[in-house]
C-alpha cells in the first residue's frame, strides 16, 4: 500500500511543481519513489536486489513509470569485467533511508544520477530527484 499523500495524482502533481519524490518501501508499481526488493537480479554488498520506481515522462507529463534496478550495471560502465564494484553504491535497503552515490568501490560511470528513458535523477537521502 503507498504511504499517504503519494497517489499518483499527487504524485503528477508534484512532478510538474517540485520535481522530487520521497522514497518508500511498498509494494506499488505505479507510485514513483516505491522500492522493492527483486526476487531476482543483480544484487548488492548485502545480497539484495534492489529496485526503484522512477518517472517516464513524454513531452512533460508521466503518463508511466519505469524500473531503476539500483544494483545493476550502468550502460556506460568502464569495468564491465570486474564482478565486485558497484557502478551506483547504494547505501541503505528497503524500509531505510536510501541514498546512491559514488562513494565505494566504483567505475567510472557518470556521477551516480540515473538515466532511463524520460528521466534523469539522482536517489539522495531517501528522495529520488530530476537533474
Do not use: Q
Request: glycine share 12%; aromatic share 6%.
Amino acid at each position: 500500500m503507498a504511504p499517504k499523500g503519494l497517489g499518483s495524482a499527487t504524485v503528477r502533481d508534484r512532478y510538474a511543481r517540485l520535481r522530487r519524490w520521497p522514497c518508500a518501501a511498498h509494494r506499488s508499481d505505479e507510485t514513483v519513489g516505491a522500492l522493492l526488493e527483486a526476487r531476482s537480479g543483480p544484487k548488492g554488498y548485502d545480497g539484495k536486489s534492489i529496485v526503484c520506481v522512477v518517472p517516464y515522462s513524454r513531452e512533460g507529463i508521466i503518463n508511466k513509470t519505469s524500473w531503476w534496478h539500483i544494483d545493476s550495471r550502468a550502460n556506460n560502465c568502464d569495468k564491465p569485467a570486474d564482478t565486485e564494484h558497484r557502478c551506483w553504491c547504494r547505501h541503505g535497503t528497503v524500509g531505510e533511508t536510501v541514498h546512491v552515490d559514488k562513494v565505494g568501490n566504483t567505475c567510472g560511470a557518470g556521477a551516480g544520477s540515473i538515466g532511463v528513458p524520460g528521466f534523469h535523477g539522482f536517489l539522495h537521502h531517501g528522495v529520488l530527484r530530476d537533474c
